[in-house]
């Protein structure tokens, strides 16, 4: 089992930044993928930032050059660094992490772009 939580959601003003954080405890020995994803009232769920299997990193087209994701293997953390946020990046964070075919989530913070 893999448990994962989330923090540094809330409320800010477009153009303004976040950092939000995923700590992941219990069973992380070799898990082979992490990101966040996000999820828009009435939208599905998608990809936001992730290392993939391969240890490299897929970025949402909608975001890149605005947000980057970073991981600190000591603190088993994995960091979503987000400026120049916009309206439309309001949702509901969630941190992801796969292991053997297995796939874990946390629940989720909200953030809020809006002045």
């Known amino acids: 089992q893999v448990q994962l939580v989330e923090s540094g959601g809330g409320l800010v003003q477009p153009g303004g930044s976040l950092r939000l954080s995923c700590a992941a405890s219990?069973?992380?020995?070799?898990?082979?993928?992490m990101g966040w994803y996000r999820q828009a009232p009435g939208n599905q769920r998608e990809l936001v930032a992730a290392f993939t299997t391969g240890g490299s990193t897929d970025v949402a087209d909608s975001v890149k050059g605005r947000f980057t994701i970073s991981r600190d293997n000591v603190k088993n953390t994995v960091y979503l660094q987000m400026n120049n946020l916009k309206p439309e990046d309001t949702a509901v964070y969630y941190c992801n992490a796969r292991k053997n075919g297995l796939t874990y989530w946390g629940k989720g913070t909200l953030v809020t772009v809006s002045s």
């Open positions: 219990g069973s992380i020995f070799r898990i082979n993928a």
